[in-house]
């Protein structure tokens, strides 16, 4: 059983599967193989190029619509008010439903209009289009912005894994209930080479990269959505639930002091992640 993450503004499943590159059959495949093994949290984007797909493979399951959490994105370049409500409404039609869990703006762009962004994000919720709205790939300083805007978002999506800090974002997010889900949790797989990782998992019969899920999953507010295409990759980060609880302080401890400034998503449009 996949555990949940409740707090006033969201309830979330704490796993997900990522869907950044799983496009066309494979894609399908990936996210029809993850519902049967129980998955129901999907993570999607319209720059992903695979809504299509992944809503095949959600009409193939038979998983109830109620029983899933569907997140899509609108990227930075469409960020006027018609654009987000027409990015919407296409991600609403390849994904074969009538509402997203959960609405994000995948990337802040330099010289956006966030008040208009943030009255049409309330607008397509209160309309229905979307049960939640929230952002991805914000500082600290866009969050504050947002915030004195009067915009209350349910999620924060950010790259956070044990080789990267996000301390100041979740500092700011589990006092306000916001949901923060770690992209990259894996460092795209490149945390299976990490010695701490796997010496920790050498103790508990594990791999490095359910001890790297495992970390993140037993944080407070924190969800995860490791991407895997193949089954038995599913598999394995859905054992990292069961690993969380069997962590020892030491080893809490000995991921908490490795160096975490190895950011690994960091396009020419990113924003400055030091804007405080
Ligand atoms: N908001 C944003 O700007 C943003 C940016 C990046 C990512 N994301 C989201 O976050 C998701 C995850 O991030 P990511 O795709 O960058 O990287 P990731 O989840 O950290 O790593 C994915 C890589 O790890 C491999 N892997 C997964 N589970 C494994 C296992 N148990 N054993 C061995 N290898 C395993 C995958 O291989 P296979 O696929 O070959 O199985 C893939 O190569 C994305 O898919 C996307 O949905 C969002």
New binding site residues.
């Given amino acids: 059983m996949i555990p949940v993450l409740k707090t006033d503004r969201i309830t979330i499943p704490k796993l997900g599967l ?4 799983l496009a066309g059959a494979e894609g399908q495949a990936a996210v029809e193989s993850a519902l049967s093994l129980g998955y129901r949290h999907i ?2 984007a319209d720059r992903y190029a695979n809504e299509e797909a992944v809503g095949a493979a959600l009409a193939a399951s038979g998983v109830a619509r109620q029983e899933l959490f569907v997140t899509s ?1 609108v990227w930075w370049d469409n960020l006027a008010p018609e654009a987000i409500r027409r990015s919407l409404e296409g991600s609403l039609r390849k994904l074969g439903t009538d509402y997203l869990d959960l609405f994000l703006v ?2 802040p762009a330099p010289g956006m209009d966030l008040p208009a962004i943030l009255r049409t994000l309330q607008a397509v919720q209160a309309e229905g289009r979307v049960r939640h709205w929230g952002v ?2 914000f500082p600290p300083g866009l969050m504050r912005q947002l915030e004195e805007l009067g915009g209350a978002p349910a999620c924060l ?1 950010v ?1 956070y ?1 044990a080789l990267l800090s996000q301390a100041r974002l979740l500092d700011w997010c589990r006092p306000r209930g916001i949901a923060l889900t770690a ?7 490149a945390l ?1 080479e990490q010695p701490v990782l796997q010496g920790i998992a050498a103790r508990h019969g594990a ?1 490095p ?1 359910q001890v790297a899920l495992a970390w993140l999953l037993r944080q407070e507010n924190v969800v995860v ?6 089954p038995a ?1 599913q598999r ?2 859905l054992e990292a639930i069961p690993l969380a609880a069997a962590l020892t302080p030491e080893d809490v401890a000995a991921i908490d002091a490795l160096p975490k400034d190895w950011r690994r ?1 960091t396009p020419d449009f990113s924003p400055n992640w030091n804007f405080l």
């Fill in positions: 990522g869907t950044w590159k993570d999607t994105k995948h990337w991805s790939n999506q790259e894994h992209y990259s949790p894996l460092g795209q797989g299976a791999t990269l959505i490791p991407k895997a295409a193949r990759s394995a980060n998503v």
